[in-house]
């Protein structure tokens, strides 16, 4: 059995605020023992080209520091969010840490696909104006088993999933932030969709949605079973959703129904470059 906190909180002006916030907000959850917390998508920043240069830090740096000492000090492990993140070349990228309950950073992911996307009479938004593109997998390796990391728009790719399946990951973490356009639209089909295709779980920690800021998340921080069904969903509020999964449930699916085992793969395959 699998612990899971997943936070969905609003993002702050203040970086500092923003972070005591967040160790605040835990700290009323811990009482129920949760092993993995996981975090929004850009959960230090507010999510707009023109703050992504000014809160954005080299690895190691405060808010690097703050999540693992976080994690060490809670003993949990943290999927924590994703942040701007800048090079020594000032490239900007949006990247994901993982901290073991030891405060080890056990996995980063850069977002592999910019969301850049235009919906006519609706939304607008080119991540590419500031932000540079990740180019690697990511799936490593916890005390429950492999699990895959990917970032919002990261997710609307099947081939990623799949990707991260065939390195071993049973269960998907995915910080997003949709907004108001696609996520009544897409959210729950795509975390359901890849859940299903892929007998993973699927869980989707979101920002909840602030209408004083530019940018309005959708919300609906979700975790969906490798059944495909939806095991948990919050709704736009600041709240945190505490659910035990079985990751048994994971061979018995695929025991079952073994569509991976049943793959063609005499006539196609999917390879990594």
């Known amino acids: ?11 702050l002006s203040s970086k500092e605020q923003t972070l005591n916030y967040i160790e605040a907000y835990l700290k009323k959850f811990l009482h129920l023992q949760p092993d993995i917390v996981t975090l929004p998508e850009m959960f230090n920043c507010p999510y707009n080209n023109k703050s992504f240069p000014l809160y954005a830090e080299f690895e190691g740096d405060i808010t690097y520091k703050f999540c693992q000492n976080l994690a060490k000090k809670y003993n949990i492990y943290l999927s924590a969010g994703s942040i701007p993140e800048k090079d020594a070349q000032n490239h900007l990228f949006n990247t994901a840490y993982v901290f073991d309950n030891n405060g080890n950073c056990i996995a980063k992911h850069r977002k592999m696909h910019l969301f850049d996307i235009d ?6 938004f080119k991540e590419s104006d500031t932000l540079s593109a990740g180019n690697n997998i990511t799936v490593f390796d916890t005390k429950w088993g492999k699990m895959g990391l990917c970032i919002c728009y990261d997710f609307r790719f099947p081939e990623l999933a799949r990707l991260m399946v065939d390195l071993g990951a049973k269960i998907i973490l995915v910080p997003a932030a949709f907004n108001m356009t696609t996520g009544p639209l897409h959210w729950e089909l795509l975390f359901q969709s890849r859940a299903v295709d892929n007998q993973v779980f699927t869980i989707g920690t979101a920002p909840a949605r602030n209408l004083n800021a530019s940018y309005h998340s959708y919300g609906h921080s979700i975790i969906v079973s490798p059944w495909g069904k939806i095991l948990n969903q919050a709704d736009f509020e600041e709240t945190a959703l505490f659910t035990t999964i079985n990751l048994n449930e994971i061979n018995l ?9 049943h793959r063609r793969l005499d006539i196609y395959e999917l390879t990594q470059k």
């Open 119 to 124: 919906v006519k009479n609706s939304q607008h």
């Open 253 to 261: 699916v695929r025991e079952q129904i073994p569509l991976l085992r």
């Open 1 to 11: 059995m699998l612990n899971i906190l997943q936070l969905q909180i609003k993002v």
